[in-house]
Each structure stands twice: as structure tokens, then as C-alpha cells.
């Protein structure tokens, strides 16, 4: 057991650790046990100063050495957005776990090398890292570490640093030289020993290595993950390129080749097709036909002939034929270009690492953290016996996976491509994978492929609305919903305006509300925002539920696509209700969610959520960089939201804010003292180092009292002249701007899903729709699948009507991490509101008040 020493000036600061410290061992088995090490709470104001100096670490005193964890972080491989938030969140979270947080820099290289690359990290170190790009503890090749000596001076360095456990985040090769190393630790220890570099007591105590994994990298390349750290931003980077060049290709009537990343996966190139409505693509995956020169030109002459100005054609760097020939973009430009072809005016436009630069998106900074944070859970949680895992994401939830299966199963990928086994290569990816593919082949070839259409008999007519306010992403999910009901033989009908339009103005003259799709005109909304056939709140009750019913049957609709918010969620159930009056009303009715709030029940992602938290992102970083370049400044960032405290939360975790205040947890004056008076020891111990600006974030309906400008006031009003503050309330610019990657594509997949849904009932199904609950359904991502779920099933048993959110909330448990990372202290809960005889009781000393 550890000598205890009492630090007075710790004894102060952190009384808990001092007292604690001789059992540190067994409380760190009660953290390890409790989800995110939660259990005791917030860390302290003080948690930035806690940690001792490098310097105070002393190589002849293993046990001295040993007696906190000491865990690693090292980024490897290429650069990726996000692993900065990756370091940040590890550094911060093994400090409040009890550990101490070192850096290893320039990769692999700093471990073989040791000195002052291997640093031992406080607190304040990694503020403002969440909002850089690259990676600042560097990353390098070092051929070094690919040779048995230089992993044993690497051993050699992480024992003198007293370090047995290393958090890398990486590609697929820095992951497996980390396994490897890791496998031969006890080799590397026992020659340590025997040629004298080490002694026995020194290295007695490190005898295990634990590794854990994260994924970083831009190609999103390593199977068992949706999603890699970096990949998002990537295509963030080539849709907006793209975006770009579409202007142009359109005002020139031009053709563009784009390429972009990705020697063995095409995930970048497929992505940026699905989310930019391009022409065509190529991808290593799936080459095309031994004629894809011919199918090329079919398409794009089909898509010119009907009036197209521009194309885009998109090709990975590793685009091969099905016998294995690689296809350049130069080739493609001169087939397109081909005077005796389709003569077309054609350019080359290679992204380069332009692809990899800049700060990471709002998905990656959460990706980031979360892994991260789970990532030194792992670290403390593995034993000798346990199998090198990484961190993964599936869907929405974050998962641990065994790392050498998926190493083994990327590398299979590229040895299935080589041996031209394209779809053992195809099944090797994630189900998105072949699924976003198949999306693609559905909404670039529209009508083309005669062998999809359906019989006569079976083709149904379609109604699409959207309801609520615009989302990011709507006019991409009505765009892939109307290409797979053209290409199915499905009559699509757009229903302008929501249901007041569809209630008011059906037939005005010379344009009524409902009205058929110009196809030309929906394949340009993929880039668009806002809801190109417009939108609104009203509900069907409120137009006039018998209006609707009759508008329903003269029109002859089989069928309901409804995309939106809450609004929507409420008009499905008002219309499934009022199935029992109105016949024309049993038809099939499949809703998917599009709001920036996310407080739709059934789901635990929804259109347009994303774009918004990029917004908010981007307007937070501006703003930081002012509060930062003043030093003594806080802003108070007011979110919309409704009742979901999603997008403060989620954007908290993303720009690391001080201080997040949403519905679901409320707000008290004692919550508001608190966090003054952690806001006077922040700016108290500041001693003159940049970063120092802060961010608290609060939602619109926090409270019934306390808004941005208020709580501006009174932390202005109780610096008493030690720091300054401002309110800033981005409004309705959250709702607005370009659809992100991830909005766009996802669109595509769940709109599609949908049609498809509906498709199932089929023309004239009113009995069976009666009796099938499923016919009217939320699509929705539910932890690590895609579900439709009954909106009846929905009403009764997941739903907070009069707070307009579901009961229950995935992200909820993100608040806590927002606050961990922040720093932020222990405050007392908000008392919950009395309502009802309760309230009237205790107003009238008839019962006692609630503690």
C-alpha cells in the first residue's frame, strides 16, 4: 500500500483524494463497475490543477510510479477531424477516473524515441482542442517501430513513464502494430530484464499491457463500424466541393470527373454520389459491368435528354474494371469528352487533402468524445485475458468489438477486390454499405431498368407532405422517395404546403396544391434546404379532418409519406384515429422524422438534427474564438429545440461547453450560483494561458424565467468586474443552410425505406390496413438498428404529449459526460413543478412540501 502523504494545499483543493487516496484501488473497482465511472459524481472546480507536474514523476520509484493509472493516448496513421476531440476526452476522462493522462507525440515515432514526446497532461493542456483540426500531438510514419528493437524501446520508455495502458487512435495498421505489440509485451519485458536496460522491481508492476482502439480515418475503411473518426468531415469536404462545382457544370453545361479518396473503399465515393445526386460512380466495391462504358453514357445520355445541364461523374482513387484494371479519371473524361460520343465539356477535378484538412463536423467531435470516454472505460475494465478490442459505432450506439476480427476482416476486403470477388468484397461491408448502393443505382437510373417496374395492377399513387418546420434534408428524402416510386411504376403526387394547402388550395387555378413531381426539377433537390414543396404546422384537425378524408379519396390516394417533426408524429395518430369515421382514410401512412429537435417518439435520430448541430457548431466556434481572443469572457448561447434538450446538449458536447441547461433537467437559482461561482474559480486560476473563453448553452424552454440575456445579466452582474459576459441567440439560421452529408444520405436510405414500406400494402388494402397496426409507422434508428415502429404503440406507451418528446431519450446520459469534460462541479438537482390538488394543497398549508 502507498505511503500516504498528506498534501495540505491538495488536502484543500481535494479533500475526497487525499482521504481516498490508500484505498485507491478498491474505489477504482466501484468506477469501473458504474456506467462512465458516474457514480461519485461531477469533477471538482479545482480538477485542472489537481493533477502534479511532469517533472514530479521519478523513473527509480516504480512503486511511486505505480500508484495512480497511468494511460497513453497516441494518434497514428494519417490525420483525421476529430482526433483532437479523441485526446481531449481521453486526457479528461482518465483524470476524472483517478488516472494519469499522458500524450505520446508524433505517433509511433514519440514511443520509440521517449523523452519529452511521451508528456505527461493536465487538465487545461487539451482546452480548445475540440475545435482544431488535424491532430497537435502529431502523427508520423517510423519505420522503427516495424522492427523488434524499436518496439523494445518503446516498452523500455512507457515502463520508465510508469504507463501500461495506451489508447490509440488510428487506421487499420497503427492498430495492428499496437495488437502485435501489445501480444509481445512480456517478451519485450523478460530482454528488458536480461540485458540489464531495466530491473526486475521496476518492471514487476507493469507486467500486463492493455491497448484499446479507435478508428481514425477519413476512408471510413475498417469493418464492424458504421462510422470512423474523420469520415463525416471528409464528406462534408467533397459534398460542399461538389456542391461548388455543380454551379458551374450547370452554367456551362459541363461534365465534372471528381476524385476522391479511398484506395480500397469506396465508402467516400459512394456517400458523396448518394448525397450529391452525381451521375454515376465508381467505386472499388462493386465495379461496374464489363460494358460500364456503355452503361455510363446510356445514363448520362438519358439524364441530357431530358434536359440536364450538368453531370457529375464521382471515382474513388481505387476504381478498378471487374478484371482488375484500374480506371483513371482521365479516362472517364475522355469517353465523356469523345466527339464521336457524347461530345461533352469535360473537366477533372482531383480534392486531394483538401479531404482531410479543416475542423472536424459536429458528428465527429461526438463520435470523438463518446468513443474516447468509452475508450478509457475499456482500458480500466480489461484483464490479461481480455482480447484487444476498439471502439465502434452501429447505428447510434457505441460498441466494444474485438479488433484483430475486423482488422481481419478490412484486410479481407482488399485480398477479395485483388482475387476480383466483388461481392465477398460487398458482403465484408457494413449492411449501410450495400444498402446506400443500392439507393444509388435506384435514384440515378430513373425508369431505365424496365425489369423493376412493377404490373400494372400493383403501381400505387403516392401523396407526399411534409409537416412541421423545414429540416435539413427534406428535400433529399422527397427527391429519393420520388425516384424509387417512378422507377417502381408508383405515381408520386406532391401535396404543397402541408395539410393547410392540401386543404385550402387542392385545385386553384393555375396551380393547385396537389399536384404531380417534374422529375427534372426534384433530381436538383439533393444540395437543397427548407422543404422545396413547402411546409407548415397545421394539422389535419385543424384544415378539417372530413376535408381531408374526401381530398384523400377524389384525389384516389393509396397511400400517405409524411416527413417531419412532432407536427407530423400528431397528424399520423389524428388520421389513424379517425380511420373508424372516414373510410378513404384507411390507407397506409409511413412517417419519417425531420426536425432539428429530435423529440420525435419512435426514433433516436431524425432529419435535419445534423445540419443543425453543424450550424451551431460553426456559430459557436466564431463565437469562442471572440471569448477566447478577450480571455476573460463568457457567452451564454441560447439553442432552439422546443422541450428536447438535444441540440444544447449534443452541441455542448461538441464545442465543450461550461455549462448546458435543457428542459428535461430544469433550471434553479441554485444551478445558476453554482455555476458562478465555478465560473469565478476558472477565471480565478487562470494564470494568462489562451483558450480561457467560455460557452454555456441553453435551451429556449429551459425555463419559464431564466433566458440567455437574463443569466448574460446576472453572471455579468456577479463577476463584480473579474470577468465579462454576452448572450448570443443564433435563432432560426439553425434551421437554414445546406443539408449536411449525413442528413442527405441518410434521406436517401430511410425515404426509400419508406416507399418501400407503403409498397408492402399495396392498391385498395382498406381492410388490411384496419387491421394491421403497422400501417401506420415511424421509421426510425433505434440503437443499433433501422425499425419501423406503430404509431399506435408510439402514442400509448413513448410519449410525453404535453412536452412533445418522447419519454425516454438516448442521448440524455450525454449530459453528464458534457459536464465531466467541462469541468463542471456537483449542483443540486431543480425541484420538480407541483401541478395539479398536489400544488393546490401545499399552497394552502394543507400537506406538506415535498422535499
Excluded at 464492424?224 to 469520415?231: E, S
Amino acid at each position: 500500500m502507498p505511503v500516504l502523504n498528506l498534501n495540505l494545499d491538495l488536502l484543500f483543493r481535494r479533500p475526497y483524494a487525499v482521504i481516498f487516496a490508500p484505498f485507491q484501488h478498491f474505489f477504482a473497482f466501484l468506477l469501473r463497475s458504474t456506467s462512465l465511472g458516474l457514480a461519485f459524481g461531477r469533477p471538482q472546480a479545482t480538477l485542472s490543477s489537481s493533477s502534479s507536474s511532469p517533472t514530479s514523476t521519478s523513473t527509480s520509484n516504480p512503486a511511486a510510479m505505480a500508484s495512480k493509472k497511468k494511460i497513453a493516448i497516441m494518434t497514428s496513421g494519417g490525420d483525421a477531424p476529430g482526433m483532437n476531440a479523441t485526446v481531449r476526452a481521453c486526457v479528461r476522462m482518465a483524470i476524472h477516473m483517478g488516472c494519469d493522462a499522458y500524450c505520446v507525440y508524433e505517433g509511433y515515432d514519440g514511443l520509440v524515441r521517449g523523452g519529452d514526446l511521451i508528456r505527461r497532461m493536465e487538465w487545461h493542456d487539451v482546452r480548445g482542442w475540440l475545435s482544431e483540426g488535424g491532430t497537435l500531438i502529431g502523427t508520423a510514419r517510423c519505420m522503427a517501430f516495424f522492427e523488434r528493437a524499436g518496439r523494445l524501446k518503446a516498452a523500455k520508455n512507457m515502463i520508465l513513464n510508469g504507463i501500461d495502458a495506451l489508447i490509440i487512435c488510428g487506421g487499420d495498421g497503427s492498430l495492428t502494430g499496437a495488437d502485435r505489440f501489445r501480444s509481445e509485451w512480456p517478451e519485450l519485458l523478460e530482454e528488458l530484464i536480461s540485458t540489464g536496460q531495466l530491473k526486475k522491481e521496476q518492471v514487476n508492476q507493469y507486467r500486463h499491457l492493455n491497448i484499446v482502439g479507435l478508428v481514425g480515418s477519413i476512408d471510413n475503411d475498417l469493418s464492424g463500424t458504421d462510422a470512423t473518426i474523420g469520415c463525416y468531415s471528409a464528406l462534408a469536404r467533397i459534398c460542399y466541393a461538389v456542391d461548388l462545382i455543380e454551379a458551374t457544370a450547370s452554367s456551362h453545361s459541363r461534365a465534372f470527373v471528381v476524385e476522391v479518396m479511398g484506395r480500397h473503399c469506396g465508402w467516400l465515393a459512394l456517400m458523396a454520389g448518394v448525397a450529391t445526386g452525381a451521375d454515376f460512380i465508381f467505386i472499388p466495391e462493386k465495379p461496374r459491368e464489363d460494358n460500364w462504358r456503355e452503361e455510363m453514357c446510356g445514363i448520362i445520355h438519358e439524364h441530357r435528354k431530358r434536359g440536364k445541364r450538368k453531370t457529375i461523374v464521382i471515382i474513388a482513387e481505387g476504381a478498378l474494371d471487374r478484371q482488375g484494371n484500374k480506371i483513371t479519371p482521365e479516362m472517364v473524361k475522355d469517353l465523356l469528352a469523345d466527339k464521336n460520343g457524347l461530345a461533352l465539356d469535360t473537366r477533372i477535378t482531383t480534392l486531394g487533402h483538401v479531404q482531410r484538412g479543416g475542423t472536424a463536423v459536429a458528428y465527429d467531435r461526438m463520435l470523438a468524445t463518446l468513443q474516447g470516454v468509452e475508450a478509457v472505460k475499456a482500458v480500466l475494465e480489461a484483464t490479461p485475458e481480455t482480447p484487444t478490442c476498439f471502439i465502434a459505432v452501429t447505428e447510434n450506439k457505441i460498441t466494444r468489438k474485438p479488433l484483430m476480427e475486423a482488422v481481419k476482416d478490412t484486410k479481407e476486403v482488399a485480398k477479395a477486390i485483388e482475387r476480383q470477388d466483388f461481392e465477398l468484397a460487398m458482403s465484408l461491408r457494413d449492411a449501410e454499405f450495400s444498402e446506400q448502393y443500392n439507393s444509388f443505382m435506384m435514384t440515378t437510373a430513373v425508369q431505365l431498368d424496365k425489369e423493376i417496374m412493377l404490373l400494372e395492377k400493383e403501381r400505387m399513387k403516392i401523396g407526399f407532405i411534409n409537416v412541421g418546420a423545414p429540416a435539413g434534408g427534406m428535400n433529399a428524402a422527397v427527391r429519393a422517395g420520388v425516384a424509387y416510386c417512378l422507377s417502381r411504376g408508383h405515381e408520386p403526387v406532391a401535396i404543397h404546403n402541408g395539410f393547410a394547402g392540401f386543404a385550402r388550395h387542392p385545385n386553384d387555378k393555375p396551380v393547385g396544391a396537389v399536384r404531380p413531381f417534374n422529375w427534372l426539377e426534384v433530381d436538383g433537390w439533393a444540395s437543397k434546404g427548407g422543404s422545396e414543396i413547402g411546409t407548415n404546422r397545421e394539422l389535419p384537425e385543424e384544415s378539417g379532418m372530413e376535408t381531408v378524408a374526401n381530398l384523400i379519396e377524389q384525389h384516389g390516394f393509396d397511400a400517405l409519406f409524411l416527413i417531419g417533426g412532432f407536427e407530423a408524429f400528431h397528424a399520423v395518430s389524428q388520421l389513424r384515429k379517425a380511420r373508424e369515421k372516414y373510410p378513404s382514410l384507411c390507407i397506409p401512412l409511413a412517417l419519417l422524422p425531420a426536425t432539428i429537435s429530435n423529440n420525435v417518439p419512435g426514433t433516436e435520430y431524425s432529419l435535419g438534427s445534423d445540419t443543425c448541430l453543424n450550424e451551431l457548431v460553426d456559430y459557436c466556434d466564431k463565437i469562442k474564438q471572440s471569448a477566447s481572443a478577450t480571455r476573460r469572457r463568457v457567452f451564454v448561447i441560447e439553442t432552439q429545440g422546443g422541450r428536447s434538450g438535444y441540440v444544447a446538449t449534443l452541441s455542448g458536447l461538441s464545442v465543450g461547453a461550461v455549462a448546458v441547461y435543457t428542459p428535461e433537467e430544469g433550471l434553479s437559482l441554485d444551478m445558476l450560483a453554482s455555476d458562478v461561482r465555478h465560473l469565478k474559480d476558472v477565471f480565478a486560476q487562470d494564470k494568462g494561458q489562451s483558450r480561457a473563453g467560455r460557452l454555456i448553452l441553453i435551451n429556449e424552454k429551459a425555463s419559464k424565467v431564466y433566458n440567455a440575456k437574463l443569466i448574460a445579466e446576472i453572471l455579468r452582474d456577479e463577476a463584480h468586474g473579474r470577468f465579462e459576459s454576452r448572450e448570443g441567440i443564433p435563432g432560426h439560421m439553425q434551421q437554414g443552410g445546406v443539408p449536411s452529408a449525413m442528413d442527405r444520405s441518410r434521406a436517401v436510405r430511410l425515404a426509400i425505406r419508406c416507399i418501400q414500406h407503403l409498397e408492402k400494402f399495396g392498391r385498395g388494402a382498406h381492410n388490411r390496413v384496419k387491421r394491421d397496426e403497422m400501417s401506420a409507422g415511424v421509421i426510425g434508428i433505434k440503437g443499433a438498428s433501422i425499425v419501423f415502429t406503430p404509431v399506435k404503440d408510439l402514442e400509448e406507451n413513448e410519449t410525453d404529449w404535453p412536452n412533445r418528446r418522447p419519454k425516454a431519450a438516448y442521448w440524455l446520459g450525454m449530459k453528464e459526460i458534457v459536464d465531466i469534460l467541462g469541468g463542471r462541479p456537483k449542483y443540486e438537482q431543480p425541484e420538480p413543478d407541483l401541478t395539479g390538488f398536489k400544488a393546490k394543497d401545499v399552497k394552502r398549508g394543507l400537506s406538506a412540501v415535498p422535499r
